[in-house]
């Protein structure tokens, strides 16, 4: 399975810390306690030699023995100050209260035992360290998305996250057309109150965005994810990142009528509506923040683009077009 960048950076970090207290280690030793290849220890120290503090000039880089190395060994030479321990302002130590605050009450840690364990107990060492200045803070977060998912759903979701199973879910379209879906799960992600989550759908073969109160029902099945289509689903959240990103609660509304062929985009795209019109056609509306995002989408989507509303909003992506083709030396 392609391995995640977080998985990746745990490890780097782990490995500079280890190798500190350590000293020279052997690469096949080093494989066997943080369960990976030696092919693949050698590629994280040659990520990690040109690592380091800002400037990144050669004296601001994480450096190791090059002869140990060939040798077959690892061995620490500066580590740059990545072993130091971490000290908190007050500041930083009340923000990451309030984040574990809020993440203790979100729906993925309430619905994981074990999750909702470890996120209290590294909530109470932070705020018995931070003192009094914790005792300012305090969280309260609106449930009108998650109120409406759910629990057994998130658990499921949650279950296939971290075991990297597929997941069956009886799901409800934007367009009210509910079906089942046999999905490899990437990740789980919120916007706006609303839980989504990103993943390869098996039945139309392509990455989908979908949104947890949608779903009827979902169950674990005994079948690991897909590597390959986990990271695809992982890597192409270009336009579901930028459609959570872009919108906003205060951020103008935008209306795009599409012919049938992009209704795809109904699913994968946080909509305010969906209206559905004559011949297929449909009308999405949703808040965009992001004019650039906005141009993008329109010029991805353009053969099956019937209607932009605000007409400033067309021009723009018609301008854009425009110049794309004069610099083909095509004529507009």
């Known amino acids: 399975m392609a391995e995640r960048a977080d998985d990746r950076l745990v490890r780097l970090l782990g490995l500079v810390a280890y190798l500190d ?11 066997t306690r943080f369960g990976v290849s030696e092919a693949q220890i050698r590629d994280d120290v ?10 990144y000039w050669p004296d601001d880089l994480i450096d190791f023995d090059a002869d140990a190395v060939e040798r077959g060994v690892v061995h620490l030479i500066e580590s740059r100050g990545l072993t130091r321990p971490l000290r908190l302002g007050t500041r930083e130590a009340v923000a990451l209260v309030a984040a574990l605050r809020a993440l203790l009450d979100s729906a993925p840690v309430q619905a994981d035992a074990e999750r909702s ?68 799960p990437a990740r789980l992600i919120t916007q706006d109150g609303a839980a989504y989550l990103l993943a390869w759908c098996r039945r139309a073969h392509g990455r989908r965005t979908f949104r947890l109160d949608r779903v009827l029902a979902a169950t674990v099945l005994d079948e690991p994810a897909d590597a390959a289509s986990v990271a695809r ?7 579901a990142a930028a459609a959570a990103a872009a919108g906003g609660g205060q951020a103008p509304l935008v209306t795009i009528t599409l012919a049938s062929p992009a209704r795809w985009l109904a699913e994968q795209l946080a909509t305010e509506s969906v209206t559905e019109l004559t011949d297929g056609a449909f009308a999405l509306r949703l808040r965009v923040a992001n004019p650039a995002w906005l141009r993008s989408l329109l010029l991805a989507a353009a053969p099956d683009v019937l209607a932009v509303d605000p007409p400033d909003v067309a021009a723009d992506a018609a301008a854009a077009a425009r110049a794309a083709l004069a610099a083909y030396g095509a004529r507009p």
Do not use: N
């Not at 207290?21 to 494989?31: E, K």
């Not at 005792?135 to 971290?162: I, K, N, P, Y």
């Open 21 to 31: 207290g350590h000293g020279p280690v052997p690469v096949a030793d080093l494989a």
């Open 117 to 184: 364990r470890l996120v209290a107990s590294v909530l109470g060492k932070l705020t018995a360290a931070t003192g009094e200045a914790a005792s300012a803070v305090d969280v309260r977060l609106g449930h009108e998305g998650d109120a409406t998912v759910d629990s057994g759903v998130v658990q499921a979701v949650t279950t296939a996250l971290v075991q990297r199973r597929v997941l069956r879910l009886r799901y409800v379209t934007a367009s009210d057309a509910v079906g089942d879906r046999d999905v490899d």
């Open 46 to 55: 040659d990520q990690l030699w040109v690592t380091g503090t800002p400037g």
């Open 233 to 239: 689903a992982d890597a192409e959240v270009d336009v």
